[in-house]
């Protein structure tokens, strides 16, 4: 028995549902009431001491972190595989979800603002403040206090724009040449932490660059993964209109 | 054939050091210099894009992540094993060593001021700016950021003091009740991804926390870990008078 409690428009909820629909497992869907602060409840901190979504449960065991959980997915449903058959790969592998989990604070800037800003804003000092204290990144404290405080400039936007694409996309078109996927010759779950990133850049924050003539290949990669029927079916929905 | 690039002072090296000590596994040791810049050369960066340390380099391939490289190492050498056999165990292992690495920023505020200081001090403003350029995370940009012109407050490091307690020692008491272990009933790379911090806490940072009034639990794990032959091997030597 699997539950998943996400949130529609969370890249880490995006990258964990779209490897549950690879693996073709069913799961009782909970869609975490943000804006009601369910994350940062008793209940909630139980499952998920960090106060973060995605946390899946499986057999009543809690698990929290994207990246963890799909690899844990794999492990205990091995078929298909989702990672590389050789040790170096897996690294490899690895290494890329960390990667892309290291520039989610630039994804942050653009993402934030459309929703959780509205939520953030109407904190007490003494309210935030507490949250502050349980949030053991600083870039992430920072991100807190900027959207319930201090707005990010169009500047800062601009800068978080140019990593996304000389530390992402960049670096994903070199990574792509020899097979097309990001780590040896198949798609693992390394491609699938990619996804919520590319979407986002593609629907809102550089779609110029993701096309033919700025990044080829990961433009051909991005529509083989939207091709994928578990895509479509781990809903990938228009950021801006998505409610949570 | 394993060649380790390293820095005697890092956490990440250190955590490598102890792992490779812990299956007996023999490597050519280079140890990086960082105050000539050696791992900001082109020749580094072909082994590391990141340009940080260390590097594994195994029958020519190389590695970077210390996280990763101990999971590698465990998958490569699997005996004497450093991973749990569980699924759910080894992504708990993951997650320890996640939390831990996100904490990093708190104990860079420490380190960085003994030798990394007076390296980035000397850089103009357009050797900083081309630094800067090529970290993906917004908090490691902030370190080098202060290191180089505007030093950490008292009260900044009170606050990271702060957060390396309760973010890192309560929660290792908390986990340490059932077995004496971080994760499941023994030894593994999650005790050792923990090692450098509490070396470090121990040693200058908050040495009343690391008590067997303040964290029993903590303290006695401690003196397990440095009872090891594998730690004496791994070079933790006291961080101030160590040179790179």
Redesign the interface.
Known sequence: MIVLHHGLRSSASRRVRLCLEEKGLSYESHVVDMANQEHHSAEYLKINPLGVIPTLI?DG?P???S???C??LD??YPDPPLRPNS??E???M??WI??ID??I??LIIFNWRHHLQKTAEKWTDEELAEKL?SI????RQ?AWLRVARKPYTEEERGAARD?LT??LLDRMEEALKPSGWLVGRAYSIADIAATPFVKRIDEEIAPDEVTAEKHPRVTEWWAKMQARPAFSRAKFDPFITTLF
């Open positions: 499986h065991q698990l929290h972190e990246g963890t959980i690899e844990y492990e205990t040790p170096y897996r690294a490899l690895r290494n960390r990667h290291g520039l604070g630039n204290k053991p990144s600083k870039e920072e990593k000389t530390l």
